[in-house]
T-cell receptor, first 119, second 112 residues
């Protein structure tokens, strides 16, 4: 079975541009989360989507938006890019939303990430 | 104060050493706890969950003290392949969704 797949793997943008990152969850997983990891820090929660609806949002500006499609894949959009948006953007999927994550039953699995550089 | 705090390291240890990582978290409502491992420029991967009774997986032992809001990871008989960053993670399940809160990570370098 394929894991969580993300595209593109690397991209370079300039300030003020817009970027769209894509994610396909593990087959059977209905929940997709997005995290931002700046160099030297742990990942930070951006969004969680389930059944095409936003279910949770972290402390990120409105320039960040996302959506989930009927096949459970997801896109993360970032407008008006700033230098500080340079980071590894991680998508993660889990099977269920209605229970807390726990090993074995409902774990969060990450994709390899999309590394964004803003110049 | 950060929600999850870890010693950033790096911990430089010889092969075969025992090394311990500590972590504290601020929100007593946190519901589940994990250690993730992240290799350089790769995604985090689940190493193990952490249970109140303590749990072991081969050379790795995790402990949780809810009263002190403290989590630990012990690695025995370190291997070169254990070199990585270890992320302490707490999960908040609230408002109908899961939110993982990561520490900044502790870097481990195992040398021959």
């Amino acid at each position: 079975d394929a894991g969580v797949t993300q595209s593109p793997t690397h991209l370079i943008k300039t300030r003020g541009q817009h970027v769209t990152l894509r994610c396909s969850p593990i087959s059977g997983h209905k929940s997709v989360s997005w995290y931002q990891q700046v160099l030297g820090q742990g990942p930070q929660f951006i969004f969680q989507y389930y059944e095409k609806e936003e279910r949770g949002r972290g402390n990120f500006p409105d320039r960040f938006s996302a959506r989930q499609f009927p096949n459970y894949s997801s896109e993360l959009n970032v407008n008006a890019l700033l230098l500080g948006d340079s980071a590894l953007y991680l998508c993660a999927s889990s099977r269920r939303l209605d229970q807390a994550l726990q090993s074995g039953a409902n774990v969060l699995t990450f994709g390899a990430g999309s590394r964004l550089t803003v110049l | 104060r950060k929600e999850v705090e870890q010693d950033p390291g790096p911990f430089n240890v010889p092969e075969g050493a025992t090394v311990a990582f500590n972590c504290t978290y601020s929100n007593s409502a946190s519901q589940s706890f994990f250690w993730y491992r992240q290799d350089c420029r790769k995604e985090p991967k689940l190493l193990m969950s952490v249970y109140s009774s303590g749990n072991e997986d081969g050379r790795f032992t995790a402990q949780l003290n809810r009263a002190s809001q403290y989590i630990s990871l012990l690695i025995r008989d370190s291997k070169l392949s254990d070199s990585a960053t270890y992320l302490c993670v707490v999960n908040m399940f609230s408002g109908g969704y899961n939110k993982l809160i990561f520490g900044a990570g502790t870097r481990l370098a195992v040398h021959p």
